[in-house]
């Protein structure tokens, strides 16, 4: 079967996502702030909605949020189960959350990946899933794979996507994991685009001389990266969420300005 590549799909090339963790997990009564944010980024061409079933209420509150406007979006969630029933069971609630429908389904952490490939190829080619993904923060992470278990399942002939962090303080996948991406012609979405905020505040912030980088300047070194397709800002501001489009909108970054960011946090 000829896998369906993240490049494919015209919509994701390059752009903003909007990623889920620690902002969708919310109570009842809120649920209409992810609505107003989600209408926004629809609005202004946001397409793609990362979020998984361990982020507390995120994939319910999305669900709802997106409403009558899913067919608009394209869902990125994720499987984290070490057992084949345990991931199946957590597909079925996100086909119910999504009608019946999940763009790309990512393994996350690369936990259990090698129990549920058949299953995920199964559901592929029968439609209900789009794409197959895995996701990787660094070795062992939440009980999770390496960088080497990464690289066999890329090369596995499973996966169409993975989700990496990349920013100018996490950039080891720039060595070895980018160029692999590029050589199988994989789709690549960028998690912590800010380092959980170590970027704009704490110790991303400590040593860097003057002009520090911008947080739109940033979301732009990421998504410069030629070999980039989605960056995935997390947000519940508004405010948040424009000046996030406005900097995935602006021209590609030379690699000159990408390596004077990046000199800031060396």
């Known amino acids: 079967m000829q896998r369906r590549r993240l490049g494919s799909t015209g919509p994701l090339l ?11 997990d919310l109570p009842p009564q809120k649920v209409h702030l992810a609505r107003q944010v989600v209408v926004r980024a629809l609005e202004n061409g946001v397409r793609v909605f990362d979020t998984a079933p361990v982020y507390g209420r995120s994939e319910e509150v999305l669900g709802r949020a997106l409403g009558g406007d899913r067919s608009r979006a394209f869902v990125a969630t994720k499987i984290w189960s ?41 559901e592929r080619e029968r439609g209900r899933i789009g794409l197959i993904g895995a996701t990787f923060w660094r070795d062992g992470a939440f009980g999770g794979g390496t960088a080497a278990d990464l690289e066999a399942a890329m090369r596995s002939g499973i996966l169409d996507v993975i989700q990496i962090p990349l920013n100018p303080l996490e950039r080891a996948m ?27 505040t704490g110790r991303g912030r400590q040593g860097a001389a003057h002009g520090k980088p ?19 800002p997390a947000t519940l ?30």
């Open 82 to 122: 070490e057992e084949r029933e345990g991931g199946r069971r957590q597909f079925e609630r996100q086909l119910r959350l999504f009608d019946g429908h999940v763009e790309l389904l990512q393994l996350h952490h690369l936990i259990g990946w090698r129990a549920h490939a058949q299953w995920l190829q199964q």
């Open 174 to 200: 720039e060595e070895r994991i980018l160029p692999l991406a590029q050589e199988l012609g994989l789709g690549v979405l960028v998690m912590r685009p800010y380092a959980e905020g170590d970027l704009l």
């Open 214 to 232: 911008s947080a739109e300047s940033l979301l732009r070194w990421g998504l410069s990266d030629q070999r980039v397709h989605v960056t995935l």
């Open 14 to 24: 390059p752009c903003v996502g909007l990623g889920t963790w620690r902002r969708f």
């Open 237 to 266: 501001d508004p405010t948040h969420l424009m000046a996030n489009i406005t900097a995935g909108a602006a021209p590609p970054m030379s690699n000159a300005e990408r390596s004077a960011i990046a000199a800031h946090y060396d």
